[in-house]
């Protein structure tokens, strides 16, 4: 009988410290990391921009990280800021060329398309034919006010 005892305590004892060793094991251990979200993207600003004169987009949305990318096409931006996680700024490629791309933005998580595609502006610069035309126009309102205002005319 008292074997019997002895070996029930001897059987407690071990199960009491291999609780315990887990507990502690399990206290000790990090804890787990928080999940990463897929970013989503509300807004895109403007959608339609000219390179020259516009070269950055704001995108609203949530799930930005610092680590988050943003490509135009299949081309990357070449700055991205997240100032907070639902903010993005961006900056285009310089040479991207006129026409309607994709705009694509990526986490650790996962990738998300926008709904809107960014149109690319040519250039907003006008030719010299305006600026000739403008400059006949002028000259001839000049000479019209002049004759106008001219005693022996009228």
Same mark, same amino acid.
């Given at each position: 009988?008292?074997?019997?005892?002895?070996?029930?305590?001897?059987?407690?004892?071990?199960?009491?410290?291999?609780?315990?060793?887990?507990?502690?094991?399990?206290?000790?251990?990090?804890?787990?990391?928080?999940? +990463?979200?897929?970013?989503?993207?509300?807004?895109?600003?403007?959608?339609?921009?000219?390179?020259?004169?516009?070269?950055?987009?704001?995108?609203?949305?949530?799930?930005?990280?610092?680590?988050?990318?943003?490509?135009?096409?299949?081309?990357?931006?070449?700055?991205?800021?997240?100032? &907070?996680?639902?903010?993005?700024?961006?900056?285009?490629?310089? &040479?991207?060329?006129?026409?309607?791309? +994709?705009?694509?933005?990526?986490?650790?998580?996962?990738?998300?398309?926008?709904? &809107?595609?960014?149109?690319?502006?040519? &250039?907003?610069?006008?030719?010299?034919?305006?600026?000739?035309?403008?400059?006949?126009?002028?000259?001839?309102?000049?000479?019209?006010?002049?004759?106008?205002?001219?005693?022996?005319?009228?």
């Amino acid at each position: 009988m008292r074997l019997i005892q002895r070996l029930l305590g001897a059987v407690t004892i071990a199960w009491l410290v291999m609780a315990l060793g887990t507990v502690a094991a399990a206290a000790s251990s990090k804890p787990a990391s928080p999940l +990463r979200k897929t970013p989503q993207i509300f807004q895109v600003s403007p959608v339609r921009v000219n390179l020259r004169l516009q070269p950055n987009i704001m995108i609203l949305g949530q799930n930005f990280t610092p680590t988050t990318q943003v490509e135009i096409g299949s081309r990357a931006a070449t700055t991205v800021d997240v100032s &907070d996680g639902y903010h993005l700024l961006a900056k285009l490629p310089p &040479d991207l060329p006129q026409g309607s791309y +994709r705009i694509q933005v990526s986490n650790e998580a996962g990738t998300v398309m926008a709904d &809107d595609s960014l149109v690319v502006d040519g &250039d907003a610069r006008p030719n010299n034919m305006v600026f000739l035309a403008g400059g006949a126009f002028l000259a001839l309102f000049v000479l019209v006010m002049r004759l106008a205002r001219t005693p022996g005319l009228s």
